[in-house]
């Protein structure tokens, strides 16, 4: 798939040494051709959690079928 900025993706795979985990929604801010995208990762009251370069297979686009989740976000036990 072909990312753009600004674009929703879900993280493939637990980071737990960032604190996320698979599932956890990003938005692309920056396209690295050919295969890394930095990804910024917020809690819902808009505080950075992680901004991190990925390669394009750490990240999925949202499709249709998907539903949010709420969690709560701690670094330390993620």
Known sequence: MQFQ???????NRDLPQHGLRR???G?????????DLEVEFVTLAGRTA???????SDVRGVSEADL??????????A
């Open 5 to 11: 900025r600004l674009d929703t993706v879900i993280l």
């Open 23 to 25: 599932g956890d929604l």
């Open 27 to 35: 938005a692309v801010v920056e396209v690295y051709l050919p295969n």
């Open 50 to 56: 992680a901004l991190l370069t990925l390669p394009v």
């Open 68 to 77: 949010p989740s709420v969690r709560s976000f701690d670094r330390k036990t």
